[in-house]
């Protein structure tokens, strides 16, 4: 069993705010794990502190063996770590190939066809701009662009976040299939856990930026108790 990410005991925040307290988290390489909880519960910290974008109070987060506390963000990013972030930030004035060749890193096995083949609506919308895209696709592209990084492990933020259920469907296809192919290591951070939980291996729940479940994914796809109880009932819209 191969770590490449293990969390012990952090604790991050906000300049004086704390919103992380003592995280622990392990993360298999070629598995995916669903980071659930309610809004505000400190997902997206979670993320931002992976990639070094917050401030480091306690504990360790180790990367393939080595400890990243203090590394900056382009140093982690370098690692090997990908981050897809909650807004979506494709260039605008380029066209959706061009989005792809700026950030592609030939270190793996993502390149444009690796892409297209993936998301071929991306194929389609090659010649588009970034501000010509359907939410749906302007997702596809964030997702699109980290894969060109070829990252070791790839952070999702609310990748299906605002877009139709048939949008959800082809994207969280794509995640799946992304993952068993290459092997990609993903943590993919979600509010609805019907989607998150059919597409990852395990799960953590946060509430109030502490971790209060950790188990398999198939396994609280049943406890619908624990669901209720830490992210509640009508999520699923
Ligand atoms: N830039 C920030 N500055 C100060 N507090 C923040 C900032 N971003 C988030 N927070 C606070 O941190 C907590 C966790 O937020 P967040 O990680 O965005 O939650 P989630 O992604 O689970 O909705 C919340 O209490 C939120 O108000
Ligand atoms: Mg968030």
Request: aromatic share 4%.
């Amino acid at each position: 069993m191969n770590m490449l990410l293990e969390i012990e005991k952090l604790s991050a925040g906000h300049g004086d705010a704390i919103a992380l307290h003592d995280i622990s988290l392990q993360v298999e390489e070629g598995r995916s794990v669903a980071v659930l909880g309610r809004n505000g519960a400190g997902k997206t910290t979670l993320l931002e502190t992976i990639m070094g974008l917050t401030t480091h109070y306690s504990g360790n987060l180790r990367f393939q063996g080595e400890i990243l506390n203090r590394r900056s963000p382009v140093q982690r990013a370098h690692a090997g770590l990908g981050w897809v972030p909650q807004e979506r930030e494709a260039f605008p004035s380029l066209t959706v190939t061009e989005n792809l060749m700026v950030v592609h890193q030939d270190k793996g096995p993502w390149n444009l066809a690796k892409v297209f083949a993936l998301f071929p609506r991306l194929e389609e919308r090659q010649a588009n701009l970034g501000s010509q895209l359907s939410g749906g696709e302007q997702q596809m592209l964030a997702i699109a662009r980290a894969l060109m990084t070829n990252p070791r492990l790839l952070l999702l933020d609310e990748p299906m976040e605002g877009l139709a259920p048939i949008i959800v469907e082809e994207l969280s296809a794509a995640v799946m299939q992304m993952t068993r192919e290459t092997g990609l290591t993903t943590l993919v951070v979600e509010q609805h856990p019907i989607v998150a939980l059919a597409m990852t291996h395990s799960a953590i729940i946060l509430d109030q930026g502490h971790v209060v479940y950790s188990g398999l994914s198939a396994e609280l796809s049943r406890d619908e108790a624990t669901i209720d109880r830490y992210i509640g009932v009508g999520q699923e819209s």
